[in-house]
């Protein structure tokens, strides 16, 4: 199989997948290295597919529509209380789309994390610890955003409720406090 085939099968593979695909669950379908993926994924970006990097794999944009709305929440924590924020807002009918940092040289950083349930939020906690990582909020002293998408305002609502009870819903400023 030539280059070209194995990127065509590759976007195959990810259109037909109802999961997200690992980079290793790849590299074995098509017996490469993990590192040819990551290639094989970027040339596929630049050809115009958008293809997100979640922590559970590899995965393609759900056509479906928002239903309900969109909201960015404002958190301040440390590391430890990652999973506690993350289990608040999807047992509160909250997806998770990705978490934002502003960083001082290189501005805004997002990562895309696609979390709906508890599964999600325990296999991303689990990825975090396995490969002994930080968040992305280290850099900003545990102030972060995230993107949110939830069936109604009572939702969100709650959510962001929940969080300042748990002292996990940042207050930037006296404006923003309820």
């Not at 968040?135 to 900003?140: A, D, E, F, M, R």
């Amino acid at each position: 199989m030539d280059t070209q085939e194995r990127r065509d099968l590759l976007l195959e593979a990810l259109k037909r997948s109802k999961c997200p695909l690992t980079g290793g669950y790849l590299s074995k379908k098509f017996n490469v290295s993990r590192q040819i993926i990551v290639g094989d994924i970027s040339v596929i970006r630049a050809g115009g597919v958008t293809v997100y990097a979640t922590p559970r794999g590899y995965v393609l944009p759900e056509d479906e529509e928002i239903h309900g709305i969109v909201g960015i929440i404002a958190c301040k924590h440390g590391s430890d209380m990652m999973r506690r924020e993350l289990e608040i807002i999807v047992d509160n009918g909250g997806y998770v789309r990705d978490v934002i940092v502003e960083h001082p040289l290189y501005g805004e950083i997002r990562a895309d994390l696609m979390l709906r349930n508890r599964h999600d939020v325990e296999v991303f906690d689990n990825r975090m610890k396995e490969c002994d990582g930080m968040p992305l909020s280290i850099v900003t002293q545990g102030v972060h955003l995230h993107t949110i998408e939830v069936p109604d305002q009572d939702s969100l609502d709650r959510i962001k409720k929940k969080l300042r009870e748990e002292g996990i819903c940042a207050n930037l400023s006296a404006n923003n406090q309820k």
